[in-house]
C-alpha cells in the first residue's frame, strides 16, 4: 500500500484529501506545517508527498528546496490556492513533480497521484493496485471485489473479465474482443460464455454496472 504524507493546514481541505485517498487504498499522515513535513517527509516511508505552499510556519517551496537539498527524491504534488503562474514555474524549478490550483477536483488530484506513484520506479513494488467505478473497486493485489463495504471474492476469470471492463470506462467492446482478453483461445467458438460471465458480474456486482450494447457487445456504465 502506498504511503502519502499530506502537508495541509486547513483542517477541511486535509479531511478531504484524506478521505478521497484512503476510500482509493491509500495510507495517508496529514501534518499542517512545514518543519513537521519536512522531517517526516526524509524519513523515507512515504510514497508520495502532498504540499500545500501556504503553511502557517513557513513556505512550502523552501520544504521543497530542503528536500531536494538534502537529497530525498520522493514525488511532490504541490497543492495551492495562488493560481499564480510564477510559483508555479518556480515550485517546478524547484524539484516539484506537479502541481494543482485550489480549488481542484479529487479525480484530477487521484489521476496525479497515479501517474506519480506509477512513474516512480523505485517503489513500483507499493504501488496502488484499485480501480473505482460506481460503487465497485477492484484490488488487483488482493483479486477481490469491494462493492460498497463488502468485499468479494471472484473467480479469476470472473475478476479478469471485471478488469478488462474496468480498463475501458464506457467503451463498447464486443464479444469476441471479450473473448480474445479473457478467454484467449480457450474457449469454444460460439459458445455464449461472455453473456454467461457478464450475467455472474451483474450479480455479484450489481446489475447497472455492465450494460448491453444491442448487438454490438457490453460496456461499462458511464
Ligand atoms: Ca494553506
Do not use: C
Not at 78 to 86: E, M
Amino acid at each position: 500500500m502506498a504511503h502519502i504524507l499530506i502537508t495541509e493546514d486547513e483542517p477541511r481541505i486535509a479531511a478531504f484529501l484524506e478521505k478521497g485517498l484512503k476510500s482509493h487504498g491509500y495510507a495517508t499522515t496529514t501534518v499542517g506545517d512545514a518543519h513537521a513535513a519536512l522531517s517526516l517527509a526524509i524519513s523515507d516511508e512515504f510514497d508520495l508527498l502532498i504540499l500545500d505552499l501556504g503553511l502557517p510556519d513557513r513556505d512550502g517551496l523552501e520544504v521543497l528546496s530542503d528536500l531536494r537539498g538534502q537529497g530525498a527524491n520522493l514525488p511532490v504534488l504541490i497543492l495551492t490556492a495562488r493560481d499564480d503562474i510564477q510559483d508555479k514555474v518556480s515550485g517546478l524549478e524547484g524539484g516539484a513533480d506537479d502541481y494543482m490550483t485550489k480549488p481542484f477536483r479529487f479525480e484530477e488530484l487521484l489521476a496525479r497521484v497515479r501517474v506519480r506513484l506509477r512513474t516512480d520506479n523505485n517503489k513500483s513494488a507499493s504501488q496502488p493496485l484499485m480501480m473505482v467505478a460506481h460503487n465497485v473497486m477492484l484490488d488487483l493485489r488482493t483479486r477481490k471485489a469491494k462493492v460498497d463495504d463488502q468485499w468479494i471474492e471472484l473467480p479469476s476469470r470472473e475478476f479478469i473479465l471485471a478488469e478488462t471492463f474496468f480498463q475501458h470506462p464506457g467503451q463498447v467492446l464486443s464479444r469476441q474482443q471479450l473473448l480474445d482478453r479473457v478467454w484467449g483461445y480457450d474457449y469454444d467458438p460460439g459458445s455464449n460464455i461472455v453473456d454467461v460471465y457478464v450475467g455472474y458480474l451483474r450479480k455479484k456486482l450489481g446489475n447497472a454496472l455492465i450494460e448491453t450494447v444491442r448487438g454490438v457487445g457490453y460496456r461499462l456504465a458511464a
